[in-house]
């Protein structure tokens, strides 16, 4: 059990610091067939957590990232505790499956360049709805992708800033799920210490990521990016087929 957790942290590290994403879906994706989402949710707060920070506070501008996303985040920690009850209780498959094939489907038109793009003017009324969409979501399933991360690559960022919106949005959801957790009684304190674990195989997998992410040019970049959405898309559909 020790060695596939490491080996799935370590994965999952490498993904994330490749594409900026996908620690977490990696993690579920794998864990679930070893363990309760709730509990393989909780192991996941600490490497999460870290990871995210540490993606967010790698590049200058953090300040710029926050307020530009600032109406999107608090939607998120409102949707979490309302979705959490799924998480937490006999949740049904389907909201995985609804994830996974918008993913999917928007994963599969990036790659076509069928291009999306929020008009700045709208984003402080687009923002609010996607966050709160995707805590809603995120809450039930314990991965917060549908709608933040189409909503955040649509902005037009560049590399850097991408990396740095999606660890703003995936840390602050992180928070926002270990204290919904807590309010539920699936996250206590006995619990940081395993979950601090696996943040060793997740950071010195990011490590990795990242040395080859700033190999890439913007156009390899862009193709990994959404490759790794596609491929977290199906494959959140095919567990959850098979539950």
Same mark, same amino acid.
């Given at each position: 059990?020790?060695?596939? @957790? ?25 864990? =679930? ?6 509990? %393989?949710a %909780?192991?996941?707060? =600490? ?7 540490? /993606? ?21 920690? @409102? ?6 009850? *799924?998480?937490?209780?006999? !949740? ?6 609804? $994830?996974? $094939? ?7 038109? #990036?790659?076509?360049? &069928? ?20 805590? &809603? ?7 917060? $992708?549908?709608? #933040?991360?189409? *909503? ?5 960022? /560049?590399?850097? /800033? ?9 840390? @602050? !959801?992180? @928070? !926002?799920?270990?204290l ?10 006995? /619990?940081?210490? %395993? ?6 195989? #997740? ?31 199906? !494959?959140? &559909?095919i567990? %959850?087929?098979?539950?």
């Open positions: 059990m020790i060695l596939a @957790i490491a080996l799935c942290f370590l994965l999952a590290g490498t993904v994330k610091g490749i594409t900026g994403m996908g620690l977490p879906t990696v993690v579920m994706c794998t864990l =679930v067939f070893v363990m309760p989402g709730a509990k %393989a %909780a192991l996941l707060v =600490v490497p999460s957590l870290i990871t995210n920070f540490w /993606q967010l506070f790698s590049s200058p501008g953090w300040v710029a990232t926050l307020r530009r996303l600032a109406l999107m985040l608090v939607a998120i920690v @409102i949707g979490t505790f309302v979705g959490i009850g *799924y998480l937490t209780g006999k !949740s049904s498959p389907s909201a995985n499956i609804i $994830l996974g $094939l918008v993913l999917s489907i928007y994963a599969l038109l #990036a790659l076509r360049s &069928v291009k999306f793009s929020v008009p700045p003017k709208w984003e402080p009324f687009i923002g609010p709805v996607a966050g709160l969409a995707s805590g &809603v979501l995120g809450g039930a399933t314990g991965l917060f $992708l549908v709608p #933040a991360v189409p *909503y955040i690559a649509a902005l037009g960022l /560049q590399r850097d /800033q991408l990396i740095q919106a999606l660890g703003l949005s995936f840390g @602050i !959801s992180t @928070i !926002s799920l270990a919904a957790l807590t309010s539920k009684g699936a996250f206590n304190v006995h /619990q940081v210490g %395993a979950s601090a674990l696996a943040l060793i195989p #997740a950071m010195a997998g990011m490590y990795v990521g990242e040395i080859i992410r700033r190999r890439l040019s913007p156009e390899v970049f862009r193709k990994w990016f959404h490759l790794t959405v596609l491929l977290v898309g199906l !494959s959140m &559909v567990v %959850a087929l098979r539950k």
